[in-house]
């Protein structure tokens, strides 16, 4: 599996590339702009990733922002719903319009709220990625 | 409570809360520190700008950085001062805040 680590803050990226070490392969962008390059550059190798985990409040591209560029690479290459990237938002926001946005705008499927704990971010992997 | 008391509560936090060996928490830490210490001083600069939005962000990124850390008391300042910093608010006491912040976090950073 591949992940894909979207955090401007250092402990927050570190902690979480240590939760998903044993389910993936783990690349990190710490802001938004440098995160759709590598998601980009993923599709256009063929290499996309499984899960990307997304802050919302970052430099340059906000996490709404990734999370739309990404679903617009999605339907720029026709991927199937079923096929799309697995995305959960990760991040200190605790509103409720920041998570409704997240997903009936962006279409996430998981919100994780700092502090984030492995437990938790291991069960939405198991729900979401891993065969039942 | 002391330098070395307050790293090994936050060991201890991370060990327990995110079942990380202790070795590897031990190896994380001082990099750890200096990203407090990165986030206070970026803080204490937007203080210094008067800009509040930007003190609201840099106060939201020390919040996440402190709840990973189970600094809890410090995390609510930073809370604070991101919550008036979006708002924007003319009347906070900014300055009351970055000191209470700093008075918080000094025994680690320093």
Wanted: hydrophobic share 40%.
């Amino acid at each position: 599996m591949k992940a894909l680590i979207v955090e401007d803050e250092y402990i927050s990226r570190i902690l979480l590339s240590e939760f998903l070490a044993p389910f993936a392969t783990c690349d990190t962008a710490s802001n938004g702009g440098e995160a759709l390059d590598i998601l980009e550059k993923a599709y256009n190798d063929n290499q996309r990733y499984d899960l990307v985990c997304i802050d919302i409040m970052m430099p340059v591209v906000d996490g709404f922002g990734v999370l739309s560029g990404l679903r617009r690479m999605e339907r720029e290459r026709n991927v199937a719903q079923e096929k799309q990237t697995t995305v959960f938002m990760t991040t200190a926001l605790d509103d409720a319009q920041n998570i409704m946005n997240a997903f009936t705008l962006g279409g996430c499927q998981a919100y994780l709220i700092k502090p984030i704990f492995r437990e938790r971010l291991e069960s939405h992997v198991r729900e979401f990625l891993l065969p039942h | 409570m002391s330098k070395e008391e307050r790293l090994n509560s936050i060991r201890s936090y991370l060990t327990e809360k995110f079942h990380l060996p202790e070795e590897q928490v031990r190896e994380m830490m001082p990099n750890f520190v200096v990203a407090l210490s990165s986030h206070m001083e970026k803080i204490e600069t937007a203080l210094q700008s008067g800009d509040r939005a930007i003190l609201g962000k840099s106060g939201h990124t020390m919040k996440g950085a402190l709840l990973n850390l189970g600094l809890f008391e410090s995390a609510e300042i930073a809370k604070m001062i991101e919550l008036k910093g979006k708002a924007n608010d003319e009347s906070a006491d900014f300055q009351g805040l970055v000191q209470k912040l700093r008075k918080t976090l000094d025994v680690l950073i320093s």
